[in-house]
């Protein structure tokens, strides 16, 4: 089991995070901006996390890859129960798993074995935090979730305050090497943006 990683990996490991905030600061801007530029970076966001799945895959599933795995599974789960006007005017049902499936297809093809199964399940059995790591991943999404129909330019501000808020916690979990530090930093972080969200909500609401 990894105790660290270094600067660079740890920065590299939050770009995904960084995109969503961008994308979630702009889709709830107020500006106006075309659903089509929003659409776009929405789907980028979602494809770094599930690029990162895959690459995560081919390399056995190292520390940095875990909240692209729980990302990727609560995605899929969620679209599972939506439904896409444009697409489709029932729920999405087993369409919703097919970029989970390409994800690991074309992590199959850089490493054809089941080790990073193997790989996964042991690293989780040797660090439990490794889980809410996992859930972690989401936090960007269920954020953006939270702060949906929510409209205005102010926010901007308040949304990458949060987008850097959560990265520094993921961060911070890859480069601490104590169990109880890394558990420490994304739960602070995760409940530090909540409650920048519940006050939002309260003062844009009322």
């Known amino acids: 089991m990894e105790t660290s990683f270094s600067k660079r990996t740890s920065l590299l490991a939050t770009i995904p995070f960084g995109i969503f905030g961008i994308a979630w600061a702009v889709s709830n801007s107020g500006l106006g901006i075309s659903g089509y530029i929003q659409s776009s970076l929405l789907l980028v966001s979602v494809l770094a996390m599930f690029v990162l799945l895959g690459i995560g895959w081919s390399k056995n599933f190292p520390r940095w890859s875990f909240p692209a795995v729980g990302f990727c599974l609560l995605f899929t789960a969620f679209l599972v129960m939506i439904t896409i006007p444009d697409l489709k005017r029932e729920p999405l049902g087993y369409w919703a798993v097919l970029p989970l499936v390409i994800a690991l297809a074309i992590g199959l093809l850089f490493?054809?074995?089941?080790?990073?199964?193997?790989?996964?399940?042991?690293?989780?059995?040797?660090?439990?935090?490794?889980?809410?790591f996992a859930l972690y991943g989401f936090a960007p999404f269920f954020f953006w979730i939270v702060y949906d129909e929510m409209n205005s330019i102010w926010l901007i501000p308040v949304i990458l305050l949060s987008t850097l808020i959560l990265s520094f916690g993921l961060y911070t979990f890859l480069r601490s090497d104590k169990k109880k530090n890394r558990v420490i930093s994304i739960i602070v972080s995760g409940v530090f943006a909540l409650v920048i969200a519940i006050v939002v909500s309260f003062f844009y609401w009322k």
């Open 111 to 132: 490493n054809s074995k089941l080790d990073p199964i193997k790989h996964l399940i042991k690293k989780t059995k040797e660090d439990l935090s490794l889980i809410l």
